[in-house]
Structure formats: structure tokens, C-alpha cells
């Protein structure tokens, strides 16, 4: 198996891992009531934000190694966008001090679309 798809199953395990705790943290509000800067005092909230940088990272990189190889590009592509779109409403959401709903489920559903390409990419046939 080469370093790529490892990379790829390491990130599809975080996001797992992420999704988890972000599960946890929804349902046992551990969360501010007000945006505050000292989020990282709430641990469940802390952790899911840390996974969700450690799995941009490797979602940036594996775009990098993608683009070098010339292989599975549009699939890492896909991954890093759904992925950046969830991490971008999850801010949002925190801005508005945890009450848009709106902003929680595009969070959600675009972490399961990431979820799913980062699995397409991890068991993917490299052609």
C-alpha cells in the first residue's frame, strides 16, 4: 500500500474520530453559551476543532501528492473542498454563538461528504 493511501485512510480514521466527537459535543453542550476567545477552555470543542486542523493538513497534503503523482486529483480535490466548507460553517456556527442551526447542519453534511471521499479516496484504484 503506498504512502498516499495510508495518508488518505489516516485522514478518513480523524474525520471518523472528529465526527464522533463533535457528536458528543452537540449532544452534551459542551459549549459556550457566548463566542468566546478562550474556547479551548471546553475539552469535547477544543478536540473536535484541533482534529478538524490536523485533517485539513493532511487534506492539503494529500492534495499536494495527488497533483505531483497526476493521480486521484479531482477526488483530493473534492475531499479538501468539502472539507473546508464544513470547517468554515463550523466557525460560523460558533460565531453565532452556537445557535444557527443552519450553519450546524451544513456543517454536518458537508463532514459526511468529506467523510465519504476521503473513504473513495482511501480504497480508490489508482489508474
Known sequence: MSNFK???WINF?????????????DFSN???????ANIFLYGGL???IVLG???GAIGITLLIISSKR?????TALFSLI???????TGLLFMVTNFLNNTYSNLMMLFSVLALMSYF????????
Open 13 to 25: 480514521v480523524f474525520l471518523m474520530v472528529q465526527f464522533f466527537v463533535g457528536w458528543y459535543v
Open 46 to 48: 477544543a478536540l473536535h
Open 82 to 88: 468539502f472539507l473546508g466548507i464544513s470547517g468554515v
Open 53 to 55: 486542523l490536523v485533517v
Open 30 to 36: 459542551d459549549f459556550p453559551s457566548t463566542f468566546s
Open 120 to 127: 473513495y479516496l482511501a480504497i480508490e484504484i489508482e489508474g
Open 6 to 8: 495510508n495518508l488518505a
Open 70 to 74: 497526476k493521480t486521484n486529483m479531482r
